[in-house]
Nanobody
Framework: VQLQASGGGLVQPGGSLRLSCTAS????????VGWYRQAPGKQRELVAH???????LYTDPVKGRFTISRDNAKNTVYLQMNSLKPEDTAVYYC????????????????WGQGTQVTVPA
């Protein structure tokens, strides 16, 4: 089982990026997913979260600019980031609670490898 985060890059202030978090391997489904970010010298913080039912929450600095969504058929969760600011610069990680089966169903947390987002001042 693997969780792959992708879509980061260098973007000018005011620009947009869409991050993807895709689960692959032997999984039944993706439950809740969170996007986190960690800027240099700072702690990792939760940016956005989506439940299996599609309920979402956002940290205040990104409200109105970021949108988290999911495509269950593709086992993928997205983070659409608009109106990007230099303070959004960080490595972005996804964390997913995956439903798996081995004799019975169980849930396990996975982290993606991180994708760099850079918004120059």
């Amino acid at each position: 089982v693997q969780l792959q985060a992708s879509g980061g890059g260098l973007v000018q202030p005011g620009g947009s990026l869409r991050l993807s978090c895709t689960a692959s391997g032997s999984i039944a489904s993706i439950d809740a997913v969170g996007w986190y970010r960690q800027a240099p010298g700072k702690q990792r913080e939760l940016v956005a979260h989506i439940t299996s039912g599609g309920s979402t929450l956002y940290t205040d600095p990104v409200k109105g600019r970021f949108t988290i969504s999911r495509d269950n058929a593709k086992n993928t969760v997205y983070l659409q980031m608009n109106s990007l600011k230099p303070e959004d610069t960080a490595v972005y990680y996804c964390n997913a609670n995956l439903k798996q089966y081995r004799n019975s169903y169980y849930y396990r947390d996975y982290w993606g490898q991180g994708t760099q987002v850079t918004v120059p001042a």
